[in-house]
């Protein structure tokens, strides 16, 4: 019966988000598009439907299509236009989010979590709202997508093609392991170009591995008086490209069930869920991102 409803439901949703797809949809709509799909890929979690999941894929792969080519026909324009014409980048996020807290004296702790989808996101929120007010906004990836240089754009600010003219001994130096060496130093000199003077620096804190994020709760429990402190975590990307040489992940996360699935379940159990229910106590905002889907 619940599987019966849904289906009806969803039927009737995407009857109403592809009536107008071909017709001249501008960024916003992209967003609702791509967030009332991401909703239904929770929802369909634990359903045991196969017909209804595919039906959904094939709606999505559909929808994907047609967003490639809308990005085709638009990306460059938003490049060449000012911020007001286009939607949030990759580039805005600290300018938008991040630094009009600063300005105002608010201690903030900026958490990016590399590669995560916004669907894997929808399932953390409910894990995180029991403990703090959420807001939710949405913006584009700069092209390529890719960590290299989305990553590099938030914490610069800066297309790669800045980074390249203006920075090109943090930008130039590509080696294994290296292309993303110098996030702090790119986020330092991008407070520097928007005249922000915070009383202590930035705190960096990347997570590679296991052992450094077991430091995380220790280390956080002295946030409380520094201004602005930056979490970046690499495990979903990580996880994504070790799945294809681990059998058992491999079989755990052989569609986005599983892989939300695993997310939860490693989020729960996480060095980084414990440092932010410490952090609760603390007068700061905390902002979360990602990179890249």
Not at 19 to 32: A, Q, T, V
Not at 79 to 85: F, G, L, T, W
Not at 260 to 282: C, D, H, N, P, Q
Request: glycine letters at 4%.
């Amino acid at each position: 019966i619940i599987s019966v409803k849904l289906a009806e439901e969803y039927t009737k949703a995407m009857q109403e988000l592809s009536k107008d797809r071909l017709i001249g949809i501008n960024w916003n709509e992209w967003i609702e598009i791509h967030r009332k799909l991401s909703k239904w890929d929770n929802i369909f979690q634990d359903l045991n439907d196969k017909n209804i999941k595919k039906t959904h894929l094939d709606t999505r792969k559909s929808f994907n299509v047609q967003f490639c080519k809308y990005i085709e026909n638009n990306y460059i324009k938003w490049v060449s236009n000012e911020e007001d014409e286009r939607p949030t980048l990759s580039i805005d996020i600290m300018k938008k989010y991040v630094f009009p807290l600063l300005k105002k004296g608010k201690k903030v702790v900026f958490i990016l979590l590399d590669c995560m989808r916004l669907d894997q996101w929808n399932a953390l929120e409910k894990l995180i709202q029991s403990y703090y007010r959420i807001e939710n906004h949405h913006y584009f990836s700069i092209l390529p997508t890719a960590t290299p240089y989305s990553r590099n754009a938030i914490f610069s600010g800066l297309f790669p093609s800045d980074m390249a003219r203006f920075y090109p001994e943090y930008w130039g130096q590509w080696g294994e392991g290296s292309q993303n060496r110098y996030e702090k130093e790119l986020l330092i000199e991008l407070l520097k170009r928007e005249g922000i003077r915070l009383a202590r620096p930035p705190q960096f804190f990347k997570i590679l591995n296991l052992s450094e994020s077991a430091r995380l709760p220790s280390i956080t429990k002295s946030w409380y008086k520094i201004p602005f402190a930056v979490i970046v975590v690499n495990f979903i990307d990580i996880l994504l490209h070790t799945r294809s040489e681990l059998d058992v992940l491999k079989e755990m996360m052989y569609d986005y069930d599983g892989l939300r699935a695993l997310t939860v379940a490693w989020f729960l159990k996480s060095f980084l869920f414990e440092a932010m229910r410490i952090m609760v106590g603390y007068d700061i905002t905390i902002v979360i991102t990602s990179d890249h889907g």
